[in-house]
């Protein structure tokens, strides 16, 4: 089983700065990575996918990179909507399909 | 619209069995592959099972193995997952989740909202 990894846990931001989160897999997930958000009480949401393509409807300040087993999730001007949870997910290596546990954007 | 909806949650007792059931419209669901990931009380994602497209491929985590049984009704539009021998643990919201793939293996493009299951005596 391939265990993903998130750091950190919590990162506190104020409103319009840059957001970096970190994603590793224990081994090679090629690119095959996705990242989802989710607000409280809502369902996740997917953001990107292939490691660095933006799902439909997702805007631009949002952006991942990496392969292998090193991935970042970069939310280049956090808006007020984008305090949430993220959370990394592969699918290279299935099943089973397996998720970090996420990180907390939190308001600074 | 693409939309998954479930239901069947509720509060059961430990020993005890649920059905649940995800309905599918917007989109051709026999050519898609669909998950339940559960997601425990102020805990992070846990995917549990999958099916193909057809329904004849079907896997699951270790910690429901055994217990739980995913399948599908394509002339419903409908994804159901029986659980059985329900444990404390298997408390949680419950999501069904599409594959972009008729054999999965993909990122979960679309969500249902979720349907919470509480496990307790």
């Known amino acids: 089983e391939i265990v993903m990894t998130q750091s950190p846990a919590t990162l506190s931001v104020s409103p319009g700065e840059r957001a970096t989160l970190s994603c590793r897999a224990s081994q090679s997930v090629s690119s095959n990575l996705a990242w989802y958000q989710q607000k409280p009480g809502q369902a996740p949401r997917l953001l990107i996918f292939?490691?660095?393509t933006r799902a439909t409807g997702i805007p631009g300040r949002f952006s991942g990179s990496g392969s292998g087993t090193e991935f970042t999730l970069t939310i280049s001007s956090l808006q007020s909507e984008d305090f949430a949870v993220y959370y990394c997910q592969q699918y290279n290596n299935w099943p089973p399909l397996t998720f970090g546990g996420g990180t907390k954007v939190e308001i600074k | 619209e693409v939309q998954l909806v479930e239901s069947g949650g509720g509060l059961v007792q430990p020993g005890e069995s649920l059905r649940l059931s995800c309905a599918a419209s917007g989109f051709t669901f026999s050519s898609y592959a669909i998950s339940w990931v559960r997601q425990a009380p102020g805990k992070g994602l846990e995917w549990v099972s999958i099916i193909s497209g057809s329904g004849y491929t079907t896997y699951y985590a270790d910690s429901v193995k055994g217990r739980f049984t995913i399948s599908r009704d394509n002339s419903k539009n409908t994804l159901y997952l029986q659980m059985n021998s329900l444990r404390a643990e298997d408390t949680a919201t419950y999501y069904c989740?599409?594959?972009?793939?008729w054999g999965g293996g993909g990122s979960f493009d679309v969500w249902g909202q979720g349907t919470m299951v509480n496990v307790s005596s």
């Open positions: 292939g490691a660095s």
């Open positions: 989740a599409k594959d972009p793939y």
